[in-house]
């Protein structure tokens, strides 16, 4: 089970990458507005 | 430009889309689901009757097996992804996509390695590990094509002319980045020769590294990316926005954070140790909320739409596999309970599971996309819209058929190998016993896979024609304009709207809680994980010390890697599980000792056949020389394919010593002596079984053929551990 020295902290490396992409999601504001993003996807034109 | 606050300026953005890219990548997709369907249905055929098998080496089940799963994953579902996500980040992002040589490049990299996959395969080229078999140089090929395919998208984001990353593209994001720390750690092999590794995990590390890899591949490539496509073909389809936007964005992070610990629901009941166990079916059944959270948002997209569906055979597909997806992730939580699984595991019911997964959520959502996508990018009509409404109905009971076939050939069979009389003996001792009932229903699961397969014949015509028919295109896009008007959109008006009261608004007001809590979750899930781990490394390497495990002589080696090669471990397991059934028929359960020099693992995950775990010295060699020759000379009524070409083929030393001396180097106790003396001890030994069989009234002319190393595998499984 020694493997799991490498596979646990490379899943908490993944997670924490993920936390950190949220993170920036919040900071640039990407859940400022959570209303209008499914509306608007449907103007784009096919 | 648009903003998240006031009215949206509709003025039209004039950007050239590369459709040509995704009108490849979805030609590739239609081509590809033809060939893996028919696979599917062959390997099925050879299932339900062995002359299928045609007696040819590259046909076998256990070398088409994987042909079919490469090509319906990675084939089928790879390139239908690509288009999907090629077509609608570029509009979701109003930007072309960043790089036409990348793209180019994606594309025939994708298909090329499909074609390798397509030619090695069938030689026995194989890793021997489900889902990643194809060798290290295609791995390599694999890698650097996935990277293309992410500085692709990753860059195109960036280049956005929309400033919100709308959550279809969080799902792309995440599946790049998963998969490829998944797949580069699931492939990190030492080479032997061109085309041959071993990995340099072994036994429990590699089975569980496989299915951490494993079930992520599930997760990652056959979930979040058709998630994200569910998120932007539904609304488009139907044109209303998504039932709940937030709902989306919570159940994104939630399952992106849980599925990862799913693994361990692979391996219940074996020898892998029980915490590990626990962990991954405590995080299977929490996996069960998110995952309904997006099937809930998808279907409730299609609210007071239902008329719709009911004229549009896209939005029956799409609706129809968002369907199918709540109901594998509702039976994968309840396949991870371990009493379950304790019935499923290694049955049909496996199967079942995969292919209601695999063609009602996977199939149906790319159906529904292409259906979606051939008029608009030809700019025209579909030709026969009935012709998909029949082929919608032909897919659903071909499904249907398929899954209750499996479902009760997998429990029927369960049922029976753990029957115990009121003696405490087993009701069906031979394994064959339980065979011969569910050959029938391989049948009846052939032809659902048939119809299936007739249904997607009649999108092919569908689309060919639909293709040549493109004089139609002004007519057409008028009449969609018609149908569909670009909307005028108060968003201030909307937001205001949406601002929550009460407990809700605390928790979305409040950034930081969120965050805090999430880490929180993953902080939890450390502790949970690492503790036990690090309070009991002693104690697992006292669970090896208790034990001596001979490695393999270098002629039972080759004889393990044409195991690998034909791909025996499809069908037969080598782990005992702890339960009482297994106990009863095969011996005492698997210790975690007796696979730790096994590169790779041969724990198998399906018995179509026995296991095989304690088989060593079980039968004489001239039984195993006849049963590998002609199975049903030795067991009459089974469906084992002959293997006669081993008793033909020269046995190939050539690669041996290096074989050892990798092994050596990956820790299996080898002298340089054994690695020096590896392919002369080969010979010697196979020299005396050869010997030893004409003894037993066996054939003649064995001596170096490949069948004596076979042998000498075989009789080595459940010899090699000793209890100090």
Known sequence: MSILVLIVPLALLLGLFFVGAFWWGLRRGQYEDLESPKHRMLLEKD | ?724
């Open chain 2, 1 to 724: 430009m648009s903003t998240s606050t006031g009215v949206i300026n509709t003025e039209k953005f004039d950007h050239k889309y590369d459709d040509e890219i995704v009108k490849y990548f979805l030609m590739a997709t239609i081509i590809w689901a033809g060939v893996a369907l028919l696979l599917g249905i062959y390997a099925a055929l050879e299932l339900a009757n062995y002359k299928f098998n045609l007696g040819l080496q590259w046909l076998t089940f256990g070398r088409i097996r994987p042909l079919h799963t490469n090509a319906a994953i990675f084939a089928f579902g790879g390139n239908g992804i690509f288009a999907g996500i090629y077509h609608s980040s570029q509009r979701l992002l109003k930007t072309r996509l960043f790089s036409d040589k990348l793209s180019w490049f994606h594309f025939w990299g994708w298909q090329l390695i499909i074609l390798a996959a397509a030619i090695t395969l069938p030689l026995g080229l194989t890793q021997g590990k489900e889902y990643h078999e194809l060798e290290w140089p295609i791995n390599i090929a694999v890698a650097i094509v996935w990277i293309a395919f992410g500085i692709n998208l990753l860059q195109t984001i960036r280049r956005r002319k929309e400033p919100h990353i709308y959550v279809a593209l969080w799902f792309y994001i995440a599946t790049f980045v998963t998969i490829a720390l998944l797949y580069v750690v699931n492939s990190i092999e030492i080479p032997v020769s061109w085309f041959n590794s071993y990995p340099v995990y072994a036994g429990v590390q590699d089975a569980l590294v496989q299915w951490w890899y494993g079930h992520n591949a599930v997760a990652f490539f056959l979930t979040t990316p058709f998630l994200g496509l569910m998120y932007y073909y539904i609304p488009k389809a139907v044109n209303k926005p998504v039932y709940s936007y937030r709902l989306s964005v919570v159940h994104f992070w939630s399952l992106v954070f849980i599925y990862i610990w799913a693994g361990p629901h692979h391996l219940l009941n074996t020898a892998l140790p029980e915490w590990a166990q626990t962990l991954g079916v405590i995080f299977s059944v929490m996996l069960w909320i998110p995952s309904w959270g997006g099937m809930i948002n998808g279907l409730m997209t299609l609210r007071g739409s239902w008329d719709k569906v009911k004229t549009d055979p896209i939005l029956k597909f799409l609706a129809t596999g968002t369907i199918f997806y709540g109901m594998s992730t509702f039976e994968g939580p309840l396949l991870s309970l371990k009493s379950v699984n304790e019935v499923a595991h290694y049955s049909d019911w496996i199967i079942a599971h995969v292919h209601g997964g695999a063609l009602g959520w996977n199939g149906f959502i790319l159906f529904g996309m292409v259906y979606y996508l051939v008029p608009r990018l030809w700019k025209t009509e579909l030709y026969n819209k009935s012709l998909a409404e029949t082929h919608f109905w032909l897919g659903t009971i071909g499904i249907v058929i398929y899954i209750v076939s499996m479902w009760t050939a997998g429990i029927a069979q369960s049922m029976m190998l753990n029957a115990v009389d009121a003696t405490g003996h087993l009701v069906y001792p031979d394994f064959v016993q339980t065979v011969v009932r569910i050959v029938p229903l391989y049948y009846v699961r052939s032809l659902g896979g048939l119809m299936y397969f007739v249904g997607y014949l009649l999108m092919v015509y569908n689309v060919v024609k639909t293709i040549k028919g493109a004089p139609v295109a002004l007519a057409a896009s008028a009449k969609r304009e018609e149908a569909n008007p670009v909307l005028k959109l108060d968003t201030q008006a909307l937001v205001q709207e949406s601002i929550s009261e009460g407990p809700h608004r605390v928790l979305e007001g409040f950034p930081m809680v969120m965050t805090v809590l999430a880490v929180a979750a993953v902080l939890v899930g450390t502790m949970i994980e690492l503790i036990p781990m690090i309070t009991s490394t002693n104690a697992q390497s006292e669970e090896f010390a208790a034990f001596k495990v001979k490695p393999l002589t270098s002629l039972q080696l080759a004889g393990r890697d044409i195991y690998v090669r034909e791909g025996c471990y499809l069908c037969h397991s080598q782990m005992i599980r702890t339960t009482v059934g297994d106990v009863l028929r095969y011996g005492p359960a698997s210790e975690t000792a007796d696979s730790m020099y096994d590169h790779p693992f041969q724990w198998g995950s399906k018995r179509t056949g026995p296991d095989l775990a304690r088989v060593g010295g079980k039968y004489p060699d001239l039984w195993h020389v006849r049963h590998l020759l002609n199975p049903r000379d030795i067991v009459p009524q089974s469906i084992m394919p002959t293997y006669s070409w081993l008793l033909e083929q020269k046995l190939d030393l050539g690669t041996i010593e290096r074989r050892f001396s990798v092994l050596k180097m990956l820790g299996v106790p080898y002298s340089d002596e054994d690695v020096k003396n590896a392919a002369e001890n080969a010979k010697k030994d196979s020299i005396a079984i050869a010997e030893d069989l004409v003894k037993q009234g066996g054939p003649q002319g064995l001596e170096n053929k490949e069948i004596t190393a076979l042998v000498a595998y075989l009789q080595s499984l459940g010899k090699q551990t000793e209890k100090r």
